[in-house]
């Protein structure tokens, strides 16, 4: 009698939020909402999307990033501070 193994694959769950990252070459602080997939307490990875040809993103599409809360005009706000390496 033959053995089968059987293989499941499982898929982990994404979990979708916004975080905002700054534009660059701006005269002000400006800050771009932009839908992440959260990894960790502080850890993001941008999901791809359409990076408007006029704006100039801090950081890109795909890219790890560490955050930090920021009081924004929406009041706290996850805002992406740093590349993470990982």
Same mark, same amino acid.
């Given at each position: 009698?033959?053995?089968?193994?059987?293989?499941?694959?499982?898929?982990?769950a994404v979990?979708?939020s916004?975080?905002y990252l700054r534009?660059?070459?701006?005269?002000?602080?400006?800050?771009?909402?932009?839908v992440?997939?959260?990894? *960790?307490?502080?850890?993001?990875?941008i999901? !791809?999307?359409?990076?408007? +040809? /006029?704006?100039?993103w801090e950081? *890109?599409?795909?890219e790890?990033?560490?955050? !930090?809360?920021n009081?924004? +005009? /929406?009041?706290?706000?996850?805002?992406?501070?740093?590349?993470a390496?990982?």
């Open positions: 009698m033959q053995s089968h193994r059987t293989l499941r694959r499982y898929r982990r979990i979708e916004t975080i534009l660059l070459d701006e005269k002000t602080d400006v800050w771009r909402p932009v992440a997939e959260r990894l *960790g307490a502080t850890l993001y990875r999901l !791809d999307q359409v990076v408007p +040809a /006029e704006e100039r950081f *890109g599409p795909a790890l990033v560490v955050t !930090d809360l009081q924004l +005009a /929406e009041g706290p706000t996850v805002v992406a501070i740093a590349r390496s990982r």
